[in-house]
């Protein structure tokens, strides 16, 4: 396994969650900051969807509309990390949360899931009403 997701579970609405996304040393060694890392979510019956990223270039971070202002990416080069903080959880975050790296660096990109060359296993949230 190159990238590992956890930090899933269940939560009552309004509670928090923070994922972890950790590249495999073995994998990465040292280089996992020079690739940027979003996070993709798939709700039961939908598609796949853009939820976060952030550039490896520019520091840039990006979220949709749905979780912007509840939502944090951050990450520890230093640890082969990526966390994406998830604050006021509310039922329709119910999800397969899925993490990703890219060598591509600009927000087109970065939301774009066919620019992403790595994938982690997904880690499923719940938010209960």
């Known amino acids: 396994v190159q990238l590992q997701a956890s930090g899933g579970g269940l939560v009552q609405a309004g509670g928090s969650l923070r994922l972890s996304c950790t590249a495999s040393?073995?994998?990465?060694?040292?280089?996992?900051?020079?690739?940027?890392v979003g996070w993709f979510r798939q709700a039961p019956g939908k598609g796949r969807e853009f939820v976060a990223a952030?550039?490896?270039?520019?520091?840039?971070?990006w979220y949709s509309d749905s979780v912007k202002g509840r939502f944090t990416l951050s990450r520890d080069n230093a640890m082969n990390t990526a966390f994406l903080q998830m604050d006021g959880l509310t039922p329709e975050d119910t999800a397969v949360y899925s993490c990703?790296?890219?060598?591509?660096?600009?927000?087109?990109?970065?939301?774009?899931?066919?620019?992403?060359?790595?994938w982690g296993q997904g880690t499923q949230v719940t938010v209960s009403s």
């Open positions: 990703a790296a890219s060598g591509y660096y600009t927000y087109s990109d970065l939301t774009s899931m066919s620019k992403y060359h790595d």
């Open positions: 040393e073995r994998t990465y060694g040292s280089t996992f900051g020079i690739y940027s």
């Open positions: 952030k550039s490896y270039r520019t520091g840039s971070t």
